[in-house]
């Protein structure tokens, strides 16, 4: 081992921050065996034996997006045959299907379309909220926020509140991609920039929503650019401590602009989730989301720093539309046996990380328990 891994591993055995350079050590000298293993040495510190998993369900309302960002498979033109937009009907089934499963929550995210008006997104949190209640919704990343901003000429804070009261619960952690912006002005110049997509964040903390984050990595980036972007990550949480869990997402290139580029393969996303783990000290949870890992990935990865692996998602399209072979959905036994395989504890939690009882369809949630 180096001197320099020697540092990191004596400064995280004593609970002292990393900082950039330490971050592009790891990423450059570390091997995989040292980065796992210091990684579960925070997540068991943290969490124990300990796997959290939820009953969820995947909505994305329309695919129409007017943004071309060119990792995006998901996206159809306003006038292209794969283009769709659901009914009132489509979306409130939805959440019936999503609450006769048991699901807690229900992930809403979609294109930002040409035509629709601003009050149509509004509409779709307030027909699943009327119809379910009990249902969270986590729902529209600041892409969306900034682009209802566009729309509607109003600050995003006042239609974060807007939208809190007609039932949003928190806010999905998409749209990050990578901030620096000799990457994100490459990939997706156009959409929300970095400095709007930490204000949106920053706002949803002030008014008490929490929310997620994210990473694309495995294209066009290098190690500097993740390192950077975990870091800003670092600092608002430090100002705010709104957020809940960070999602590394490994770029799947099939059917996007950038498909001559290879796909992540399994050392580098166990990498990714290490490295996360160590260098966002004040993230309580780094998850490993199965649909974008793989099953057996996900699994490995609540070794290397992964305390949560997402839920039974269901209906599952931006990943599945750029090429993934994971399956579409997962039983609640199906995630309860990857999790004990891999020597965990499953616990099944709210989008608040609230540990959920159940009896059968039944659920409640521990009123004794704060969120970790
Ligand atoms: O922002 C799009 C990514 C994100 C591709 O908050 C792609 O719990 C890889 O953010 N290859 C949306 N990634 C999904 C997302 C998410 C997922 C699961 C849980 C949570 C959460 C959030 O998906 C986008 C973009 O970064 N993405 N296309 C692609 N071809
Ligand atoms: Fe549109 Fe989102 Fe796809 Fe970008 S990633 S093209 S904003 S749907």
Known sequence: MTTRLADIRSKVESGERLSFDDGITLETEADLF?????????????????????????????????????????????????????????????????????????????????????????NVVRIIHEAYPRLHLKAYTAVEWDWFQRL??????DLLAEFKAAGLGSLPGGGA????????????????????????????????????????????????????????????????????????????????????????GGVMDLKMVSIARLMLDNFAHIKAYWVMLGVKTAQLALSFGADDIDGTVVHEKIYHDAGSDSPQQLAVEDLKRLIAEAGRDPVERDTLYREVWRDGLTWEVERTTTAV
């Not at 498979?73 to 959440?95: C, H, N, Q, W």
């Not at 156009?190 to 929490?210: C, N, Q, S, V």
């Not at 800003?232 to 401590?241: A, E, I, S």
């Open 152 to 157: 509607t000429g109003r600050p995003t804070k």
């Open 177 to 264: 991609e990578i901030f620096h912006p000799e990457v994100r002005d490459i990939i997706c110049e156009h959409k929300a920039d970095t400095e709007a997509w930490f204000r949106i964040h920053r706002e949803a903390h002030e008014l008490g929503l929490r929310s997620n984050a994210t990473m694309l990595y495995g294209h066009i980036e290098k190690p500097e650019h993740r390192i950077d972007h975990l870091l800003q990550l670092r600092g608002l949480q430090d100002q705010t401590g709104g957020f809940q869990t960070f999602i590394p997402l490994a770029f799947h290139p099939e059917n996007t602009k950038l498909s001559h580029l290879p796909k992540a």
């Open 34 to 122: 040292f980065l796992g293993d210091l990684a579960n040495l925070v997540r068991e510190r943290r969490h124990g034996r300990r796997a959290y998993y939820n009953i969820n369900e995947h909505l994305n309302p329309t695919n129409v997006c007017v943004y071309r960002c060119t990792f995006c498979a998901f996206r159809a033109d306003l006038k292209s045959p794969r283009g769709y937009v659901m009914t009132d009907e489509e979306i409130v089934a939805r959440a019936a299907e999503a609450d006769r499963l048991g699901a807690t929550e229900i992930h809403v995210v979609g294109g930002l379309h040409h035509q629709l008006p601003f009050e149509w997104y509004l």
